[in-house]
């Protein structure tokens, strides 16, 4: 019902910066969380910076200062504005969302993960 689609991904050098973005569509009703989460090769999947269900924003340690997540609720879009990246930012990014959606009969909530986008950052 619905579904999660980032874009901004790719390949650039230690220091220079990306833009990621996730758009939410569907039978949404509201979006309560929203943020990225990434999953280096060997690693578990971490939270990097996500829009709590009371509004307010978490980064990971690592980021912060560097990252900064916004949105537009207009668009039920989150972006993800990555500077001053580092060799140890290389991973799959993956937008998470928890929505409430109307199922035709009924509404229910769920967690969403979008497909993923590769971000690679060469020293």
């Known amino acids: 019902q619905v579904q999660l689609v980032e874009s901004g991904g790719g390949l650039v050098q230690a220091g220079g910066s990306l833009r990621l973005s996730c758009a939410a569509s569907g039978a949404i009703v509201s979006i309560n969380a929203m943020g990225w989460y990434r999953q280096a090769p060997g690693k578990q999947r971490e939270l990097v910076a996500t829009?709590?269900?009371?509004?307010?924003?978490n980064y990971v340690d690592s980021v912060k200062g560097r990252f900064t997540i916004s949105r537009d609720n207009a668009k039920n879009t989150v972006y993800l504005q990555m500077n001053s990246l580092k060799p140890e930012d290389t991973a799959v990014y993956y937008c998470?969302?928890?929505?409430?959606?109307?199922?035709?009969?009924?509404?229910?909530?769920?967690?969403?993960w979008g497909q993923g986008t590769q971000v690679t950052v060469s020293s």
């Open positions: 998470n969302a928890d929505v409430t959606y109307y199922g035709g009969t009924y509404y229910s909530t769920y967690d969403y």
């Open positions: 829009f709590t269900r009371s509004g307010r924003t």
